[in-house]
Nanobody
Framework: QVQLVESGGGLVQAGGSLRLSCAAS????????MGWFRQAPGKEREFVAM????????YYSDSVKGRFSISRDNAKNTMYLQMDSLKPEDTAVYYC??????????????????WGQGTQVTVSS
């Protein structure tokens, strides 16, 4: 059974930092794009960042560019999201996702096949 498990969320003051982890089990994603999405109350799920299988292709949403950094360790089957200079508008449930098809670059939620259960990030002002 394939599982993605996020960790590292929590409550932080504006300007602070958090590091999210996404640990995969049940299969390897070393040849697959992985990404982070978030969903705030009353809003649609939105793209945050994605990273290709090799790490050579990385993309961020404009809202987090320059503040967040995505990375992965294929040997550990784990992806990370370093979040710095956090703002109250970053408050959301953060989800990690993985594409089931190898060597595809994916940017939209519907293109990902596997999802974690989400981890809450709350930024206080």
């Amino acid at each position: 059974q394939v599982q993605l498990v996020e960790s590292g969320g929590g409550l932080v003051q504006a300007g602070g930092s958090l590091r999210l982890s996404c640990a995969a089990s049940g299969r390897t994603f070393s040849k697959n794009t992985m990404g982070w999405f978030r969903q705030a109350p009353g809003k649609e799920r939105e793209f945050v960042a994605m990273i290709s299988w090799s790490g050579d292709n990385i993309y961020y949403s404009d809202s987090v560019k320059g503040r967040f950094s995505i990375s992965r360790d294929n040997a550990k089957n784990t992806m990370y999201l370093q979040m710095d200079s956090l703002k109250p508008e970053d408050t959301a449930v953060y989800y990690c996702a993985a594409d089931g098809t190898p060597y595809n670059l994916e940017y939209h939620a519907h293109e990902y096949d596997y999802w974690g259960q989400g981890t809450q990030v709350t930024v206080s002002s």
